[in-house]
């Protein structure tokens, strides 16, 4: 395998795992707003989280704070954090033989 595949593969694992652990924190901070607002019997809890309770907690964040620019940072680091993985294993699984 040559070097440059390497690279690629090991920068596009780290970027995948920095985006993944920003995309934690900014969901907890989402988490946090949305139950400072919340009483405490509709709370979100920390822990143990599906698909309804993901959307619900998105339906409230988006209603409880229209114009907040924290679901468009988590998605965007989603997505930079996607294409690092893609473009690693792009890298991985080439056959660029004319490139060195």
């Not at 596009?12 to 900014?26: K, P, Q």
């Not at 988490?31 to 405490?40: A, I, S, T």
Request: glycine letters at 12%; charged letters at 20%.
């Amino acid at each position: 395998m040559n070097t440059w595949r390497i690279a690629c593969v090991i920068v596009g694992i780290t970027g995948m795992g920095i985006c993944g652990f920003a995309s934690s924190v900014l969901w907890q901070e989402m988490v946090d707003e949305v139950n400072r607002q919340l009483p405490v019997q509709n709370r979100c809890g920390e822990y143990w989280w599906y698909l309804d309770k993901s959307q619900r907690l998105l339906r409230e964040h988006r209603r409880l704070f229209p114009s907040s620019r924290l679901r468009k940072r988590m998605w965007g680091t989603g997505l930079i954090g996607g294409m690092s993985i893609l473009a690693a294993g792009i890298a991985l699984f080439s056959r660029m033989e004319g490139w060195r």
